[in-house]
């Protein structure tokens, strides 16, 4: 229902830290309880869904600064697809590597490349 009603990149903690958003999420809820999910309902949730139509995929390559470059430069070319992850749609685990197809946090990315990470950030 936060999905819907704030989209799907909202978060659940800042719905809950807003007056406002909790009231329109209780409302929502409480109307779809008393009110069913039928085609006939004016809280009908599949219709809602359908009606945000397909996701644009954002494609990221990492463009490594001088310092990583030197740090993780050979280690990326030996797989070019590890320079390569599209974003997903998930909160926890938002970014999908090409090098081995698996979803990863930011940081759990971070964590894949050799070193200690301190010198690896992801750029759009």
Request: charged share 20%.
């Given at each position: 229902m936060v999905d819907t009603l704030f989209t799907s990149k909202s978060?659940?903690?800042s719905t809950f830290a807003n007056e406002e958003?909790?009231?329109r999420l209780v409302a929502a809820v409480l109307g779809v309880l008393e009110r069913g999910t039928g085609p006939d309902s004016p809280m009908n949730l599949k219709a809602l869904m359908e009606g945000t139509g397909p996701k644009r995929q954002r494609r990221l390559v990492h463009a490594p600064s001088t310092v990583e470059e030197l740090a993780i430069g050979a280690w990326l070319d030996e797989d070019p697809r590890r320079r390569r992850a599209t974003w997903v749609n998930d909160r926890r685990t938002p970014?999908?590597?090409?090098?081995d197809?698996?979803?990863?946090?930011?940081?759990?990315?971070?964590?894949?490349?050799?070193?200690?990470g301190t010198l690896v950030g992801l750029r759009t």
């Open positions: 978060y659940v903690t958003r909790c009231a970014i999908l590597w090409e090098a197809g698996k979803r990863y946090s930011p940081t759990g990315l971070v964590a894949q490349m050799p070193g200690d």
